[in-house]
DNA sequence: GCCGCAGCATGGAGCGTTCCAGAATCGTTC
DNA sequence: GAACGATTCTGGAACGCTCCATGCTGCGGC
């Protein structure tokens, strides 16, 4: 029977990963005590310690994650799901999350939805069989019945604004009308009373914006209101705005649903021979990578995104730690509001402010300004 | 001794998930038999088969990752380790290692440096510690010696140009060269001789750009010769340039080290009054996302970076059937090359197109053209 | 001199699987 | 009816680790 597991060792990648065995029997000790050792956890005299140190560190020796984590239960393991690889904004979020992590003992699992529900579902399943304790979705594209599902295995973290509050689902959002309220204060500030919303989505956070928008425009210019277009038809919509300015006619500004939208609006301006900013204004959402890109420069809204990551990461290992049944590692942080039981959530708890461009070429009617 | 379990268990996440042996005890049949069932292995009869199955699907059973791969001495993982989330071409080379996987079964694990060689290290120490089977870095910033020591343990795939060959490391790699010649050819056929050319990076890929360019310019235009400005003081260059421009004097066209430098001249340029591309002529290299973005448009090199993900993918998993002491699992394709031993290398086999800006405003010296 | 008690160190059980040798069952064939 | 082979099913060992009960020292106090 020995022979037979031989065949199962050698099938396996080359030079066989040396185990707390080979390591004990290098050091010379039991492989209780290797394990004491290698987690540096007390009941081992210094000098047994430090030999068992070196010999592991010889043999290359390094803990089997899947046989501890077999035994203990858990896996300190957080899955972060991105909607989408390749965006600014997936990358600030990441990047929170990781900052946070790193405090604690907790490894991350990314995974990768390509901006489609069904692939994001996939992912979701892998990284629960990958056996993640909790998972970050940074997307709001994930059903919420799927996630309600989910949530009653693993505690759940949404990044974004869901359709509708989903039992057992934290989220945490950025204060859209707040930063809808900022774009388009800044640009009545400039003069503008005939601003247009230009929105690409019907969705959740583009709701916010856009209700945000009305309000203002309602009460700050109430002889002009509000004036929306898209999601459908955006693209007539475009270019029916594009045919207005050049005629001198319609909005002076625009306030757009995000970043892109602005950049393509732009581009189909410039591309019209309108001259930008002087006949039209743009203010985008989410202070992207492309604002400093552009000529001009884009003024938008930012998100902390950083900000949004580490929250998010913060109330996963508190989750993972109350379904654990011990209490939160840290003392609750500001930030905490230890109000109802689940379900709840923390959403707006983000600030958000406006970036305007910088620098030489601010988006604006007729006349430069400074940093707003 | 049962209670001392009782606690371990105890202390698992709510509602302890089903094992192998809750399914077998309510199928009232042995362990083996459901692992035999559940894995769609031969050796049961289709009457207890399905009484296994049904059982486990009421109890909501999955099976355990880690047990398995524990006792297959395998993990069915992959580690993707990005030098950078988002960006356009890390997203894009994801997408395509992905897509491979998909037809594999293979489970895909990414790791994220964030631009930072040490930060790279301990992603890779993560994902090894995470038991992946080889890894795939798509970044040529990690030490050459320090993959080399972990080449040792698990096949490694980079996606990118090392500064040197590796041992056992493979590589897969555009054809820099042939792509900065495909650029500058195409300045040269729309009538430029004073070309430019502007690097932000003396690392390998940048190097094999610039000499392709040099090569060309001293080929087609011997009395204007190549002109390289970066990758030190390029901020300076850039600001020389544009005065020169200005003034009607130095180069009518500038090929970039890649579309980055590309924008911020363009910005710079812009912001300078200068009109483009009627002053000034830029080629980029990468074909970003930021092309179509800018205005005007950005004509680019285009690197195949879905067919690079795939190729690495195959090549990981190739390894990794080496390794075993199987053979490939697919029919050798036609990209295999194969010929030497590890190590070997696969560069410059992925071609390369220029993508000119199409539409209205392309690149050019005062006139327009189509296509490429 | 013996007891008690630290402090160290260890072997064995068990985590949830897979794998394998062998047992049990069944149908054929002589 | 015995012998045999094929088919179906099973228990135990093993994967690499953690945890626990227990054993072994040596030392201070009575």
Redesign the pocket.
Known sequence: ??T??R???DRRPSG??P???DVARAA??????V??A??G?A???E???SRILDAAQQLG????VW??S????RTGLIGVLLGDLGSSYHRDVTNGIEDAAAEQDIRLVIGHGRRDPERLRRELDSLLALGVEAVIVVSSWLPPQHLEAVAQRVPIVVVGRLPQEVPGVDTVANQDAAGARLAVEHLLSLGHRRILHLTGSSRTAAMHRRRAYSEVMRARVPEVGPQVEGPEHLDRAQAHLISQVLRGEGPTAVFTQNDRIAAELMGRCLDAGIRLPDQLSVVGYDSSSLCSVLRPRLTSIDQPRLTMGSLALRMAVERIAGKLGARAPDPAPRWTRPRAAPPWRLADDAGVHLRASGGGGPVSPSHRWGRA
């Open positions: 029977m020995n037979s597991r065949t199962a060792v066989r990963a185990t707390i065995h010379g000790v039991s492989k209780s005590s394990s004491l290698v987690r956890q009941g081992l005299s000098a047994t310690r020796y390094r803990s089997n046989a501890r077999l035994v203990q239960g």
